[in-house]
């Protein structure tokens, strides 16, 4: 079983706050860098709560 089937596993039912805590922990980084790799950050965080499904039912953001 690999890290991310475990974090699935373990956070199954939680993914409003899994969402939450990628969204905080993001934030933090950006305050951090200062905006640097805001945009790097924003993309690490889509792809996370994507993998953890953590934002089912909403569409994915489209790329351009």
């Known amino acids: 079983m690999s890290v991310?089937?475990?974090?699935?596993?373990?956070l199954s039912g939680h993914g409003d706050k899994?969402?939450?805590?990628?969204?905080?922990g993001g934030d933090m980084l950006d305050e951090r860098t200062q905006g640097k790799y805001s945009g790097q950050v924003d993309s690490a965080q889509?792809?996370?709560k994507g993998q953890l499904g953590s934002d089912q039912g909403k569409e994915p953001p489209?790329?351009?």
Do not use: P, V, W
Not at 4 to 10: G, P
Not at 18 to 24: E, F, L, P, S, V
């Open 4 to 10: 991310m089937d475990k974090l699935k596993q373990m």
């Open 46 to 48: 889509d792809r996370l």
């Open 18 to 24: 899994a969402g939450k805590g990628i969204d905080k």
């Open 62 to 64: 489209h790329r351009q």
